[in-house]
């Protein structure tokens, strides 16, 4: 699939639910268009909410990637910079293991075929997440996110690089995405058509609207976030 750019600007025990993707053509619509040279939000968690899906919201893979490190007219400027790691964590299958933080996902109320879980969608594999029925139009029951911690370290300095432990107690680590690559199915009925993209408020203790995205099709979207959100009303 290839990634289209919107017309427009942008403890750990659980899991989620998990789905099939597909590949096509978008031109998301963003509602609103905001710039700034500003540095974006950062927080421990972020989240997707999609709306419009009539049957159910599959989605095979997401990726956050921070700012560019480069100015626009520079030559070879992309406007997404490196991915932010978010290698999720499985259970036991964990143990030892580097981790990032935890998937989750909702509404929860079915359970998918084949243990797929929300962690499907943060890894490269042929799983996928399904949200396991219809997602409303002006509702947020539908969600696939992402908290990362950041006390974990290698279990020995000189060990392997793939034995770690988690220091102390469980800490956050807050990250700043300016670029979401989605990938969500192509089959009518399992993708949402609007997208919107939410950060978590430690402050408030509850989810703000970022960035929303309509006029989405199924595969693969990239959806670039305004250093400043755009927040209610979306």
């Known amino acids: 699939?290839?990634?289209?750019?919107?017309?427009?600007?942008?403890?750990?025990?659980?899991?989620?639910?998990?789905?099939?993707?597909?590949?096509?053509?978008?031109?998301?619509?963003?509602?609103?268009?905001?710039?700034?040279?500003?540095?974006?939000?950062?927080?421990?968690?972020?989240?997707?909410?999609?709306?419009?899906?009539?049957?159910s919201w599959t989605v095979s893979r997401v990726r956050f990637r921070a700012a560019s490190q480069t100015s626009p007219g520079t030559p070879g400027w992309e406007p997404c910079g490196n991915e932010i790691i978010s290698m999720p964590w499985r259970g036991v299958d964990s143990d030892h293991k580097r981790t990032d933080g935890s998937a989750f996902s909702g509404p929860n109320t079915v359970h998918l075929s084949g243990h797929r879980t929300a962690a499907d969608a943060f890894e490269d594999n042929a799983a996928t997440w399904e949200s396991g029925v219809a997602c409303g139009a002006f509702d947020d029951d539908c969600y696939i996110g992402f908290r990362w911690f950041g006390t974990q370290a290698p279990r020995e300095a000189s060990g392997p690089n793939n034995d770690f432990v988690t220091l102390s107690t469980l800490g956050r680590t807050t990250v700043a995405p300016r670029c979401i690559e989605m990938t969500q199915s192509a089959v009518q009925g399992e993708f949402a058509h609007k997208v919107i993209v939410q950060f978590w408020d430690q402050s408030l203790r509850s989810w703000r609207n970022h960035t929303a995205f309509s006029s989405l099709s199924g595969g693969t979207s990239l959806l670039q976030l305004p250093a400043v959100p755009i927040g209610n009303g979306i």
């Open 1 to 55: 699939a290839q990634a289209h750019r919107p017309v427009g600007v942008s403890a750990i025990r659980r899991a989620a639910m998990a789905p099939a993707a597909g590949a096509a053509a978008i031109f998301p619509l963003l509602l609103v268009a905001v710039q700034s040279a500003a540095a974006g939000v950062s927080s421990a968690r972020w989240r997707l909410v999609g709306r419009s899906a009539a049957s």
